[in-house]
């Protein structure tokens, strides 16, 4: 049986994670739920996600050093960030390093379809 | 009689006093004379009325001064000076006593006269110029404490007008602070509530009947309803705090125009409304600006004219307007916009009718945002109205041309 590729969804409101990994769920990942960002940082070294859904205000890291961790990492050069904000100027600004800014509230179904891609062409 | 009666020069010898109460009112007279001659040289409250007296009072303490040996002129100096006499007036008059002795008396006689003349004018002059010295000390002090007590005034009203504007600049920053943290705030939970009932709706908890999936559909549509608002107040709050950026890139206005009308062609076709958009062959294909934020002038005007209109049409015209600029027109059948209430139409949380928030929902955002849009691009927005007969809403933008 061929194995799902995993997906990590950092965002610390535990509903809008739910709705975040349900979608990854539907879309094919096997997904890991993080809602702080401590543990994300230690998560984020011992495992290779193809997908992180990355929301920028979570406690305890910023999601935006999350995300320079991320691009720094040689093991995760092929891993596809998502960038989940209700923070248009700051989304604006880090259009660069993500695959993808997405501007909360996000659709659940425009989620799964464009998480859907990265496995797909990603 | 005259002068030829004063035997000796004594000078404050009866003789003089007689010579000059036999010739009082010529003496008067001629005091009187100059006096009117030089009124006015000093702003004085004194009156052509009062100089009689003062003529008839010089001759008085003339004599007085020759008839006590103690008497002095100085207080007497001082007290012209009070009157509003002028300096000039004061001299003439002593001029004028001088002739009348040089005309009365004999030769011998006239050297000790006049050294006596002399002592009164002196003490005289000298008590005038102190009364004006002190005079003038005392209006400097006057303005000094003026202009010192003004200063103090205004320094208070300054630093309360400045503690007033901090303060207004304070909460208008406030604001604009709390907006954009309320609705940054208010997307997590409602992204949530959209997300979790897209989920119900989409029968991943097992499947929903038809009145169910209804029931998550309207959720849904009003979360959508609430999400633009917290779209349009965080577009307010970052317009005033500053913080647009305006992109500069190629982009199509023929797609933009398009783009508008599909997305709310369901909604004007949900209403009975037509909406068709033309978009002009003399418009350039590409052209430089920030092709989201035009979208969404377009859009607001699109939605405010589906919202004010009942039946009809709406038409989005995008064309070349000149050389330098091109224009998209949003054009509907709707009620219009009362004459008097066209200037107010583009200012934040305003409605023309304060009830129609009931009716026709929304903050009255809309047009704020894309007045204050326009403005950034440096273009100009106009709009036609008349109540009862439709709107004509014409943007007109600066055109840069893609390479």
């Known amino acids: 049986m061929e194995t799902k590729p995993l997906a990590l969804v950092i965002e610390d409101d535990v509903d809008q994670n739910l709705v975040f990994t349900t979608a990854l769920n539907q879309a094919g990942y096997k997904t890991e739920s993080i809602t702080d960002g401590l543990v994300a940082q230690q998560r984020l070294t011992e495992v290779v996600p193809k997908t992180i859904v990355l929301d920028l205000h979570i406690p305890g890291v910023t999601g935006v050093n999350l995300l320079r961790q991320i691009r720094n990492d040689q093991r995760l050069a092929h891993a596809s960030v998502i960038l989940a904000t209700a923070d248009a100027a700051l989304a604006d600004s880090l259009h660069a390093e993500a695959d993808l800014v997405l501007l909360k509230p996000i659709s659940f179904s425009q989620l799964s379809v464009l998480a859907s891609r990265f496995i797909q062409f990603g | ?403």
């Open chain 2, 1 to 403: 009689m005259g002068s030829k009666q004063l035997a000796t020069p004594d000078i404050r010898h009866g003789s003089l006093i007689q010579l000059i109460e036999s010739n009082r009112d010529d003496l008067i007279n001629s005091y009187h004379h100059v006096l009117r001659e030089t009124l006015f040289s000093r702003r004085t409250t004194l009156r052509p009325s009062m100089l009689k007296s003062i003529a008839s009072n010089e001759v008085d303490v003339f004599n007085k001064f020759l008839s006590q040996p103690t008497f002095s002129a100085f207080e007497h100096g001082a007290q012209l000076y009070q009157t509003g006499l002028s300096e000039q007036a004061v001299l003439r008059m002593g001029q004028v006593t001088r002739q009348f002795f040089l005309a009365h008396l004999e030769n011998d006689q006239i050297p000790p006269v006049l050294a006596t003349i002399d002592t009164y004018q002196e003490s005289l002059i000298q008590g005038y110029i102190q009364a004006q010295e002190q005079s003038i000390l005392k209006e400097q002090e006057l303005i000094r404490s003026a202009l010192q007590s003004a200063i103090g005034r205004y320094t208070v009203e300054i630093k309360e007008i400045e503690a007033m504007a901090q303060k207004a600049i304070e909460a208008n920053e406030f604001k604009t602070r709390f907006i954009a943290r309320i609705g940054h705030e208010l997307r997590t939970p409602l992204g949530a509530m959209l997300g979790i009932t897209e989920m119900l709706q989409q029968g991943i908890y097992g499947s929903l009947t038809r009145e169910q999936k209804d029931l998550a559909q309207r959720i849904i549509n009003n979360a959508v309803v609430l999400k633009q608002i917290f779209t349009e107040l965080l577009d307010q709050s970052q317009i005033e705090s500053g913080q647009l950026n305006l992109k500069e890139e190629a982009f199509s206005p023929k797609t933009v125009a398009e783009t508008v009308h599909s997305n709310y062609l369901p909604l004007a076709l949900k209403k009975g409304l037509a909406m068709q958009v033309k978009v002009s062959s003399n418009l350039p294909r590409k052209i430089i600006g920030d092709e989201a934020r035009i979208g969404q002038i377009v859009s607001n005007l699109v939605v405010n004219a589906i919202k004010f209109t009942e039946t009809g049409t709406i038409l989005i015209h995008a064309y070349k307007a000149n050389a330098t600029h091109w224009g998209i027109e949003v054009r509907d059948t709707g009620i219009g916009i009362a004459q008097e209430h066209l200037s107010i139409i583009f200012e934040p949380f305003r409605q023309t009718d304060e009830t129609s928030g009931r009716h026709y929902g929304g903050v009255g955002l809309g047009l704020s945002i894309v007045q204050q849009l326009v403005a950034a691009m440096d273009g100009t927005i106009e709009v036609k109205s008349k109540f009862g007969q439709g709107t004509v809403f014409t943007v007109i933008l600066p055109l840069h041309l893609a390479r």
